[in-house]
């Protein structure tokens, strides 16, 4: 496996670290995989991948398009397969959608291949980032919060058994979590080695 160094700003260049495993952004919709999974990318100097992003492109239709005429099955089988050449990949940052982590198969992958770190956030800040987008397929109901609150019910015991967990707050800079993420990995000499 390919390995990634890069000199660490926040030990002012005196330390070199080896990203060994993919980190896996894994969690809620609105959770901040996305913007903190591209800032963790940036701070540690290897590629950012979104497994819905490579889904659209493979398929070249957006995810809602995919679940209107496919189904919600069809794209689990094709985010499993998707996440899977990722992992194969060099180690990068990858965030997954809010539903790839309730696979079983997709925990041991990820967990064997790579590392996850669950962003775990309270429902009231996962409301406020998503109540405005239409892009969410699986909030399109008649009341799409308490869809998002049945989600995060059942999910929550899911997320729990990541490999890592940061908690994702409404305060916190999308750079501060980078740094949070960074300093979760610091306890994996597996995935992020300081040399």
Known sequence: MKQIEHNSAQTRGTTRSVLRKTVVMVGMMGAGKTAVGKALAQKLAVPFLDSDAEIEAAANMSIPEIFSRDGEAFFREKESMVIARLLDGSPCVLSTGGGAFLA??????????????????????????????????????????????????AR???????????????????????????????????????T
């Open 156 to 194: 929550v015991p899911i997320y729990a058994e990541a490999d890592l967990t940061v908690v994702s707050d409404a305060v916190t800079s999308i750079e501060q979590m980078a740094d949070r993420v960074i300093e979760a990995l610091q306890s994996r000499p597996d995935v992020l080695e300081l």
């Open 104 to 153: 079983p198969a997709n925990r041991q992958m990820i967990s064997e291949r790579g590392v996850s770190v669950w962003l775990k956030a309270d429902l009231s800040v996962l409301w406020s980032r998503v109540r405005h987008k239409d892009t969410r397929p699986l909030l399109r109901t008649p009341d799409p919060r308490a869809t998002l609150r049945a989600l995060h019910d």
